[in-house]
């Protein structure tokens, strides 16, 4: 079964500092990757996802992650912090296709961003 | 940009009551999927709905839990006799399903809080 770990449910760092949110995921299959946010009474917004090609994917709001299958990793990081990437990130797996499968998500991190 | 809109953003019943929960995908995605949040808890699959019937269910998926697609736009979920354990946030996602050009992307809607008493 698959498992998505995040590690610190509370990351705090403060403004142009670098963000990185932890994510390790166990499956038996090659997974498919995403990371979620989640704005104040919003739904989830995807940032970026990992399917298969280049291990550094890119996403919105200059987030990018690195699919480390040696360490069973993917961690979300950006360089400098800006006070509106405060929120709730997710961290989710899925099984490959066919078939369009369930995500399993991780617990969440709550990043804050200081001044 | 499309989006997916759930309804209401939030309700309250009494134990035992029965609710319906409203979502409408975006208008050409073909699957669909319910989630919820327990307070504290992790975003857990709950169901996933294509071409007219269930795809794939969770294990809390039980015989109190239905989803429909009354129409060509929304699709609901109904508890039937809610429990005290019911009480959670419910996210509707729907996503595509190409043949020459798949995505697998689940685009979800803000959720629906759902508390019972």
């Known amino acids: 079964a698959q498992s998505v770990t995040q590690l610190g449910s509370h990351v705090s760092v403060s403004e142009g500092a670098l963000v990185l949110l932890r994510c390790n995921y166990s499956?038996?299959?090659?997974?498919?990757l995403f990371w979620y946010v989640q704005y104040p009474n919003q739904g989830l917004q995807l940032l970026l996802k990992?399917?298969?090609?280049?291990?550094l994917v890119k996403g919105i709001n200059g987030f990018e992650a690195e699919f480390k299958k040696s360490e069973t990793s993917f961690h979300l990081t950006k360089p400098s912090a800006h006070m509106s990437d405060a929120a709730e990130y997710f961290c989710?797996?899925?099984?490959?296709?066919?078939?369009?499968?369930?995500?399993?998500f991780g617990k969440g991190t709550r990043l804050s961003v200081i001044a | 940009e499309p989006e997916v809109t759930q309804t209401p953003s939030h309700q309250v019943t009494q134990m035992g009551q029965e609710v319906i929960l409203r979502c409408v995908p975006i208008?050409?995605?073909?699957?669909f999927y319910w989630y919820r949040q327990i307070l504290g808890q992790k975003v857990e699959f709950l169901v996933s709905?294509?071409?007219?019937?269930?795809?794939?269910k969770s294990e809390i998926f039980d015989d109190q839990f239905s989803v429909e697609r009354p129409d060509g736009s929304n699709f609901t979920l109904k508890i039937r006799s809610t429990k005290l354990e019911d009480s959670a946030m419910y996210f509707c996602?729907?996503?595509?399903?190409?043949?020459?050009?798949?995505?697998?992307?689940?685009?979800f809607g803000p959720g629906t809080r759902l508390t019972v008493l």
């Open positions: 989710a797996v899925s099984d490959p296709p066919p078939g369009n499968t369930p995500l399993v």
């Open positions: 996602a729907s996503s595509e399903w190409g043949l020459a050009d798949y995505t697998d992307t689940q685009y």
């Open positions: 709905f294509y071409n007219n019937e269930i795809s794939e």
């Open positions: 208008s050409n995605h073909l699957y």
């Open positions: 499956s038996s299959v090659p997974p498919y």
């Open positions: 990992y399917t298969t090609g280049a291990t």
